[in-house]
T-cell receptor
């Protein structure tokens, strides 16, 4: 069965601090895709990154970076020098190749950046 | 390029009524997914439409239904509304396995 766990329910940091959001996943498939989405107070889910199971390269995009480790089934997300605009709920998600192509979401981590 | 659009933004209904939510995918996308985000329950998969056909549904009762039109837009219908149907309903279209979401319809059942 597929499962995504985001153990951190809420995190608060002071502006300019770095913060890491944890994501641990479970799947029996060898081919799968991992995602991070941001949900600001407006409600829309904003796509941040997709990573497939064969690509363990870490990625950096501006202040955002992602660490994918198959050995620990983790796909962690780090925001460097956080800003108030980073305040949102962040979701990690998984889709695999079995059956219905469902996207399984974690329960989300609410990040609050304090000015 | 326009993103996924949903209407209405907000919808207020009373228990027992029917609600209709609409979604237009990104131009060129043929699949539409519906998700429910209820308070405390996270994001739950509702329905998946592709090329006009329902391909899969989540663990929801039959009073949740929908359809996809020839132009790939989609409608979600919720019959016999219950208080616990109050939630944000999100629609997404897909490209290269990436789901692009709309801003959602917030349904309140009184």
């Amino acid at each position: 069965a597929q499962k995504v766990t985001q153990a951190q329910t809420e995190i608060s940091v002071v502006e300019k601090e770095d913060v890491t959001l944890d994501c641990v996943y479970e799947t029996r498939d060898t081919t799968y895709y991992l995602f991070w989405y941001k949900q600001p107070p407006s409600g829309e889910l904003v796509f941040l990154i997709r990573r497939n199971s064969f690509d363990e390269q870490n990625e950096i995009s501006g202040r955002y970076s992602w660490n994918f480790q198959k050995s620990t089934s983790s796909f962690n997300f780090t925001i460097t020098a956080s800003q108030v605009v980073d305040s949102a709920v962040y979701f990690c998600a998984l889709v695999d190749e079995t059956g219905a192509n469902n996207l399984f979401f974690g329960t989300g981590t609410r990040l609050t950046v304090i000015p | 390029e326009a993103g996924v659009t949903q209407s209405p933004t907000h919808l207020i209904k009373t228990r027992g009524q029917q609600a209709t939510l609409r979604c237009s995918p990104i131009s060129g996308h043929t699949s539409v997914y519906w998700y429910q985000q209820a308070l405390g329950l996270g994001l739950q998969f509702l329905l998946w439409y592709d090329e006009g056909e329902e391909r899969n549904r989540g663990n929801f009762p039959p009073r949740f239904s929908g359809r996809q039109f020839p132009n790939y837009s989609s409608e979600l219908n919720v019959n016999a509304l219950e208080l616990e149907d109050s939630a944000l309903y999100l629609c997404a279209s897909i490209n290269f396995r990436i789901r692009y979401f709309g801003a959602g319809t917030r349904l309140s059942v009184l």
